[in-house]
């Protein structure tokens, strides 16, 4: 299966708790975008990359978010000091410039805050 | 500013009816729009998509949508809706940006 893949799938800490999410995109994609969709809500933009660099951040990012993307392959979205609130499922995307903007998904990791 | 709008939350079909699911758009520049599907634990799916070249646009699984510019329309039709057409629908827009902005998705149900 050579789609997009993100681990864990699901990802259960307490409040406080620092997590890390991997997202491993179409080998040949250079855009990779991460989303937040809470229950009964539309995905929600979090931030993206062009390669490496990362070029847009959502102002739901918060202080505690981070996202990386080394050498333009996988990358992580980290939080930290874990809250409530940041229960949701967390999507990655890639897509291929010159495609028509369609962008690929990932199954999620879904984060549940206790 | 670009938004999508989902004019409905939930939608019921009987098996073998039409479906429509209808979304509006706001951008000031010309959009790419697309349809997703989300199944229960599974990934978004593309459905369709425009990217300014035919308004009618036709997607997999037997559903088309049409890009209606006076309207500011791109509304999700399909003839006959089977039972593996249940899930949650997401109209998308992207206006040249990347980021894709969501409607808020429109459940289907499909009645026996």
Same mark, same amino acid.
């Given at each position: !299966?050579? /789609?997009?893949?993100?681990?864990?799938?699901?990802?259960?800490?307490?409040? $406080?708790?620092?997590?890390?999410?991997?997202?491993?995109?179409?080998?040949?994609?250079?855009?990779?975008?991460?989303?937040?969709?809470? %229950?009964? @809500? *539309?995905?929600?933009?979090?931030?993206?990359?062009?390669?490496?660099?990362?070029?847009?951040? +959502?102002?739901?990012?918060? !202080?505690?978010?981070?996202?990386?993307r080394?050498?333009?392959s996988?990358?992580? =979205?980290?939080?930290?000091?874990?809250?409530?609130? !940041?229960?949701?499922?967390? =999507?990655?995307?890639?897509? =291929?410039?010159?495609?028509g903007?369609? @962008? #690929?998904?990932?199954? *999620?990791?879904?984060?549940?805050?206790? | 500013?670009?938004?999508?709008?989902? %004019?409905?939350?939930?939608?019921?079909? +009987?098996? /073998? &009816?039409p479906?429509?699911?209808?979304?509006?758009?706001?951008?000031? #520049?010309?959009?790419?729009?697309?349809? #997703?599907?989300?199944?229960?634990?599974? *990934?978004?799916?593309?459905? %369709?998509?425009?990217?300014?070249?035919?308004?009618?646009?036709? /997607?997999?699984?037997?559903?088309?949508?049409?890009?209606?510019? +006076?309207?500011?329309?791109?509304?999700l &039709?399909?003839?006959?809706?089977?039972? +593996?057409?249940?899930?949650?629908?997401?109209?998308? /827009?992207?206006?040249? &940006? #990347?980021?894709?902005?969501? $409607?808020? $998705?429109?459940?289907?149900?499909? %009645?026996?």
């Open positions: !299966d050579t /789609g997009v893949s993100q681990n864990p799938r699901h990802k259960i800490t307490k409040r $406080g708790q620092n997590v890390t999410f991997r997202c491993d995109p179409i080998s040949e994609h250079n855009r990779l975008y991460w989303y937040r969709q809470t %229950l009964g @809500q *539309g995905p929600e933009f979090l931030t993206y990359f062009q390669n490496e660099a990362q070029l847009e951040k +959502s102002r739901l990012l918060s !202080d505690r978010f981070s996202a990386e080394p050498k333009g996988f990358s992580t =979205l980290e939080i930290q000091r874990t809250e409530q609130g !940041d229960s949701a499922m967390y =999507l990655c995307a890639s897509s =291929l410039d010159g495609t903007y369609e @962008q #690929y998904f990932g199954p *999620g990791t879904r984060l549940t805050v206790t | 500013a670009q938004s999508v709008t989902q %004019l409905d939350s939930h939608v019921s079909v +009987s098996e /073998g &009816t479906v429509l699911l209808r979304c509006n758009y706001s951008s000031s #520049y010309s959009p790419s729009l697309f349809w #997703y599907v989300q199944h229960p634990n599974k *990934g978004l799916q593309l459905l %369709l998509k425009y990217t300014s070249a035919a308004t009618l646009v036709k /997607g997999i699984n037997g559903f088309e949508a049409e890009f209606k510019k +006076s309207e500011t329309s791109f509304h &039709t399909k003839p006959s809706a089977h039972m +593996s057409d249940a899930a949650e629908y997401f109209c998308v /827009g992207s206006s040249g &940006t #990347y980021k894709y902005i969501f $409607g808020t $998705g429109t459940r289907l149900k499909v %009645l026996a």
